[in-house]
Antibody, heavy 118, light 113 residues
Framework: HLVESGGGVVQPGTSLRLSCAAS????????MHWIRQAPGKGLEWVAY????????HYADSVKGRFTISRDNSKNTLFLQMNSLKVEDTAVYYC?????????????WGQGTLVTVSS | DVVMTQSPLSLPVTLGQAASISCKSS???????????LNWFHQRPGQSPRRLIY???NRDSGVPDRFSGSGSGTDFTLKISRVEAEDVGVYYC??????????FGQGTKVEIK
């Protein structure tokens, strides 16, 4: 079970932090992704983190502005979004990645909407 | 980056008839470990995507057996043997062989005629 929160309406250039609370599985054993979907558009992978000490991997469109992190003690994934742009407007999904013996992208949260507008 | 190209982008189908969606990748999706990491997802209106198929042809738990995935290398296909009303929505292919980034196709919208 994955539950995102933290979305909202913000102005361009500002920041927002998304959270994803995980339950029902051993969170620390799985890589985790953020994937987004702009209104009426397709799916775009945003960021991935395997271990908490990793730097994470990012789409070119968000590199240098977004930071993925996780707190395994709280079973929570985060996405710090800085210098937000109008084109970052999207529903952001938290998605379970891979683990030993488990194929990734099997569980998705309900999504949280981020709207960047002046 | 691996580019994923789906066709058609719109697919009107008759209930009970078969449907087929093509997904082509710009590079081979065969991983050095021998697996091919090609997934299919279904998104109903207003819902989160749901994985249907992983590693080309493995159906997820609870996915009806009317759904099947096939293909190899750069060419892949999702087939629905007999379309039902609940199958409407958008279908996406996605590769996880060469990452980052993980990349999706544009999506194919399936609707009932």
């Amino acid at each position: 079970h994955l539950v995102e929160s933290g979305g909202g309406v913000v102005q361009p250039g500002t920041s927002l932090r998304l959270s994803c609370a995980a339950s029902g599985f051993t969170f620390r054993s799985y890589g985790m992704h953020w994937i987004r979907q702009a209104p009426g558009k397709g799916l775009e992978w945003v960021a991935y983190m395997w271990k908490a000490e990793d730097n994470g991997h990012y789409a070119d469109s968000v590199k240098g502005r977004f930071t993925i992190s996780r707190d395994n003690s709280k079973n929570t994934l985060f996405l710090q979004m800085n210098s937000l742009k109008v084109e970052d407007t999207a529903v952001y999904y938290c998605v379970r990645g891979s683990s030993a013996g488990s194929a990734p992208f099997d569980y998705w949260g309900q999504g949280t909407l981020v709207t960047v507008s002046s | 980056d691996v580019v994923m190209t789906q066709s058609p982008l719109s697919l009107p189908v008759t209930l009970g008839q078969a449907a087929s969606i093509s997904c082509k990748s710009s590079q081979s999706l065969v991983h050095i470990d021998g697996n091919t990491y090609l997934n299919w997802f279904h998104q109903r209106p207003g819902q989160s995507p749901r994985r249907l198929i992983y590693k080309v042809s493995n159906r997820d738990s609870g996915v009806p057996d009317r759904f099947s995935g096939s293909g190899s290398g750069t060419d892949f296909t999702l087939k629905i043997s007999r379309v039902e009303a609940e199958d409407v929505g958008v279908y996406y292919c996605m590769q996880g062989t060469q990452w980052p980034p993980w990349t999706f196709g544009q999506g194919t919208k399936v609707e009932i005629k």
